[in-house]
């Protein structure tokens, strides 16, 4: 893989980075603690409420999960291994890598 590409992987890596931590701040109010003022609401939007904190806090686990991905990619790159699979060492195919930048496995090795 050139050098212009990888650049373009780093970019694209920084730029999802990036977009989560946005998502993150606007998640955040969603994870707070849910008042069970049984005289502010009913017990319906209680329930509500507290599907809709584990929903967030389920969303918010997904993205950590996702960043943690990003930053793997992104030591790969650093280390000259990005584009290459984890298992076999073969070089992982260009359109993979465009549907997922942070794939670490050719299709083979993937599916096992």
């Given at each position: 893989m050139n050098?212009?590409?990888?650049?373009?992987?780093?970019?694209r890596l920084l730029k999802a980075l990036?977009?989560?931590?946005?998502?993150?701040?606007?998640?955040?109010?969603?994870?707070?603690?849910v008042q069970l003022d049984q005289q502010a609401v009913g017990r319906l939007s209680?329930?509500?409420?507290?599907?809709?904190q584990a929903m967030a806090k389920a969303t918010a686990a997904h993205r950590a999960t996702q960043r943690r991905r990003l930053h793997a990619a992104l030591a790969r790159l650093e280390d000259g291994e990005f584009g290459y699979c984890d298992d076999c060492g073969?070089?992982?195919p260009a359109a993979r890598l465009d549907l997922d930048p942070c794939a670490c496995k050719c299709v083979s090795c993937a599916t096992g």
């Open positions: 050098d212009p590409t990888k650049e373009v992987f780093r970019l990036e977009k989560l931590g946005k998502e993150d701040a606007l998640g955040a109010e969603g994870q707070q603690i209680r329930m509500d409420a507290l599907q809709n073969d070089p992982i």
